[in-house]
């Protein structure tokens, strides 16, 4: 069975400083892999994907992941933290060919001046 | 392009009652839609995953006698919450996905706040 572990479900950072979320996941199978911010009262917005192209992966406002199989990680960076990052985090996997999301419990990324 | 809706976004109603909220998918064709339920301060939980013109596949747990799915179309799928309890109150957030290039990818609505009172 798939399973996505999210290390810290409180991530505070500095404004300007590197920002590390971790995803680790668990598949029998090569998987898909996501990341999607939500913001309070919102709906879910991706930010990045990957699908078996390229292990280094960049998304929307300046994140980024890696693929790293050895590790079974797929951790979202960005190299300066901006007010407007404050969110709660969600890493995702899916199983190749089927559609069905399974969620990490979230992390949620405060920024401080 | 890939926007999905929700409606209402929110809703207060007595117990007892129903509850119907929309997914709709505004600029393209859905093969599968999803509903999630989401509680304060923790993850989103799959509650079913519904086919056009067919019967949706629940999650364990999950009563379909309670949530009634339809998905009327491709780009419309309705979750009706029957006689609605204080413990339904909840965020649902539904999505789906996009037909041909990009099907792996869900796309999510802005969810549908619920209080039972």
């Known amino acids: 069975a798939q399973s996505v572990t999210q290390l810290g479900s409180h991530v505070s950072v500095s404004e300007g400083a590197l920002v590390l979320l971790r995803c680790n996941y668990s598949?029998?199978?090569?998987?898909?892999l996501f990341w999607y911010v939500q913001y309070p009262n919102q709906g879910l917005q991706l930010l990045l994907k990957y699908t078996s192209a390229a292990t280094l992966v960049k998304g929307i406002n300046g994140f980024e992941a890696e693929f790293k199989k050895s590790e079974t990680s797929f951790h979202l960076t960005k190299p300066s933290a901006h007010m407007s990052d404050a969110a709660e985090y969600f890493c995702?996997?899916?199983?190749?060919?089927?559609?069905?999301?399974?969620f990490g419990a979230g992390t949620r990324l405060a920024v401080h001046p | 392009g890939a926007v999905v809706s929700q409606h209402p976004s929110w809703v207060i109603c007595k117990s007892g009652t129903s509850v119907k909220i929309e997914c709709r998918s505004l600029d393209f064709q859905a093969t599968t839609m999803f509903w999630y339920r989401q509680f304060p301060k923790q993850s989103l939980m799959l509650m079913a995953t519904s086919n056009e013109g067919s019967k949706a596949t629940y999650e364990q747990g999950v009563e379909k006698d309670k949530f009634l799915i339809n998905h009327a179309s491709l780009t419309l799928s309705t979750l009706t919450v029957t006689s609605a309890h204080p413990e339904d109150s909840s965020f649902y957030i539904c999505s789906a996905n996009k037909q041909g290039p990009g099907t792996d990818t869900q796309y999510f609505g802005p969810g549908t706040r619920l209080t039972v009172l």
């Open positions: 598949s029998s199978v090569p998987p898909y």
């Open positions: 995702a996997v899916s199983e190749r060919g089927y559609n069905k999301l399974i």
